[in-house]
């Protein structure tokens, strides 16, 4: 077990509605990310944050918010879905800032918008 | 923010083959950087970090700071290498603590 687990691992959902991806991670590790993968992108990251309620916005942050209330989760809202939101999401987690240790990633969630 | 680049979207090689996936840098100082592979449907893993300068599954990279690349190669290619790979600096070589990484490369190891 990689100690990070996201929920759900799929979605389909319509467009106009409110998503929210969760992250939750056992490991007490600070740094959090949030991406999403499409084809010829490749990963791109949406939000991340570097603490409990400390959070900022990546490259591909329109139409997507976060929180992170505890240490342990970190929530992804897609406010109003729309297609080209469907992809699959990946969360990433991270010790240190350094990053010397790597990265450890979910198993994503593959999120359809119809 | 700085980033890497890998130049080649798709890789095929026959089993036995050698193989080298590409990844430039655009910073400068000191980098460090890792190498990731997803097997199909799968998470991310980290396949090798440049500062410890281990062999993963048959895989190296060696920085070259004249180049600016960080390319993965392996002598003989095995059909359980296709996947798709990405090369990615840590946290401290990013602006504002961001993880950028390359657009990976999906190789395809034939038989």
């Known amino acids: 077990d990689a100690g990070i687990t996201q929920s759900p691992r799929h979605k389909v959902t319509e467009t106009g509605t409110p998503v929210t991806l969760r992250c939750h991670q056992t490991e007490n590790h600070r740094y959090m990310y949030w991406y999403r993968q499409d084809p010829g992108h490749g990963l791109r990251l949406i939000h991340y944050s570097y603490g409990v309620k400390d959070t900022d916005k990546g490259e591909v942050s329109d139409g997507y918010s976060v929180s992170r209330s505890k240490t342990e989760d970190f929530l992804l809202t897609l406010e109003s879905a729309t297609s080209s939101q469907t992809s699959v999401y990946f969360c990433a987690i991270s010790g240190n800032a350094g990053g010397w240790n790597g990265y450890t990633f979910g198993s994503g969630t593959r999120l359809t918008v119809v | 923010a700085q980033r890497v680049t890998q130049p080649e979207k798709l890789l095929s090689v026959f089993k036995g083959a050698p193989v080298e996936l590409k990844c430039n840098y655009s910073?400068?100082?000191?980098?460090?950087l890792f190498w990731y592979v997803q097997y199909s449907r799968q998470r991310l893993q980290l396949l090798l970090r440049h500062i410890s300068r281990e062999s993963i599954k048959g895989f190296t990279a060696d920085l070259n700071k004249g180049e600016t690349s960080f390319h993965l190669k392996k002598p003989f290619a095995q059909e359980e290498d296709s996947a798709m790979y990405y090369c990615a600096p840590p946290l401290s070589q990013t602006s504002g603590s961001r993880l950028t990484f390359g657009e990976g490369t999906q190789l395809t190891v034939n038989p």
């Open positions: 910073y400068s100082g000191s980098p460090e």
